[in-house]
């Protein structure tokens, strides 16, 4: 089967983060039918293979997609894949496992890792242990999910985190008793006015992203919440502007009476690849042979390249060219399709 007819079977099946398991069944089905074995982790995690001993390359997709590409009512032509403008295409990264099915219908001598919730911050990815690939030696890794022509490869991206910050006030009737209260909007008001956000230097990104105080206009409202995102190719800024967040919070609730519960999670941290590195040699030289142009560029966004080089593996994220993920103009065209399929196939010594 094509890279094509597996991403009209793949496109009608809804894979929502954390709920793929529809994914994982095809994925089971299908190569086990090209003589492939697999185990998973608790989280739904898949690992492929067929030979158990020797050096390998690895290649990674995820199985998820954003809610937007539920229902998918998949359209084409004779140049791109794409919907009816109601939803995403997911080809974000169903275009991705379509073409490496078509790869594995060769049957080379690889490892094919599948990964859970990606598009909700790596979570996926994120539980992955180094004892799930024993006792293989990867060699390289390579995850397929980018924009930008195929033949792009990803030389870095940032670390990120995330800070949920509560601010408790004191409720009171906002019209018989309002200075009995301390409003907690107010405080976490003050405290975001005084953090950081947007573009802080070249490396280093921050925003807040959600902000929730329910109630009615006429209490006092004791409790707002809200959070932030800091990305940084240095740690030691990520972690610096984090802290300022933190800071200005727990600084309006002490001025104002309230209290400030702060909370920081570490989604991932950053990588720099350097031109030395065995994969992205192995990858420049795999575009030289099939006749397709190399270029390599930094991202501000994740990807599970991320975690697996936490793991120690060398991986590099490479473009497959969907246009405008996520989006209900999502769409791939058939022909970038085709050259990833060389790609693979070349990386793999097919």
């Not at 995690?45 to 390998?56: A, D, V």
């Not at 409003?183 to 929730?212: L, M, Q, V, W, Y």
Request: glycine share 6%; aromatic share 8%; proline share 4%.
């Amino acid at each position: 089967m094509d890279s094509f007819e597996h991403f009209r079977n793949l496109a009608a099946i809804p894979s929502p983060s954390w709920k793929e398991d529809g994914i994982s069944s095809y994925l089971i089905r299908v190569l086990g039918e090209y003589g492939y074995s697999f185990r998973d982790d608790e989280y739904g995690n898949l690992l492929f293979w067929r030979y158990p001993t020797g050096e390998k390359i690895m290649i990674t997709c995820h199985m998820d997609t954003v809610e937007r590409a539920l229902d998918v009512h998949l359209l084409e032509d004779d140049d791109y894949f794409f919907t009816d403008g109601h939803t995403a295409l997911g080809a974000d990264d169903k275009a991705a496992i379509a073409t490496l099915l078509a790869v594995a219908e060769k049957k080379p001598d690889a490892l094919f890792l599948f990964t859970r919730a990606e598009e909700l911050g790596l979570q996926g990815s994120s539980k992955l242990k180094k004892e799930f690939f024993e006792p293989f030696k990867i060699r390289a890794a390579y995850t397929l999910d980018a924009a930008g022509k195929v033949g792009t490869c990803i030389i870095s991206a940032p670390g990120k985190n995330r800070i949920e910050i509560t601010i408790t006030g004191r409720t009171a009737h906002a019209a018989f008793s309002p200075e009995k209260g301390i409003n907690a909007i107010k405080a976490a008001a003050r405290a975001i006015d005084h953090s950081p956000s947007g573009r802080i230097d070249d490396e280093t990104t921050c925003n807040i992203g959600s902000f929730n105080a329910p109630g009615a206009t006429n209490i006092v409202p004791d409790k707002a919440s809200y959070t932030y995102e800091v990305r940084s190719l240095s740690n030691e800024k990520r972690r610096a502007i984090s802290e300022e967040i933190i800071s200005s919070a727990r600084a309006a609730a002490k001025e104002f009476g309230a209290e400030c519960e702060a909370k920081l999670f570490n989604l991932y941290d950053p990588y720099i690849i350097s031109e030395a590195d065995p994969a992205l040699i192995r990858c420049s030289d795999s575009c030289e042979a099939i006749g397709l142009e190399w270029t390599a560029k930094p991202t501000s966004g994740g990807s599970d390249t991320n975690n697996l080089r936490r793991l120690g593996i060398d991986a590099i994220t490479l473009s497959i060219d969907y246009e405008n993920a996520h989006s209900v103009n999502e769409r791939i065209a058939k022909s970038e399709m085709k050259a990833l399929q060389r790609l693979i196939e070349a990386l793999l010594g097919i």
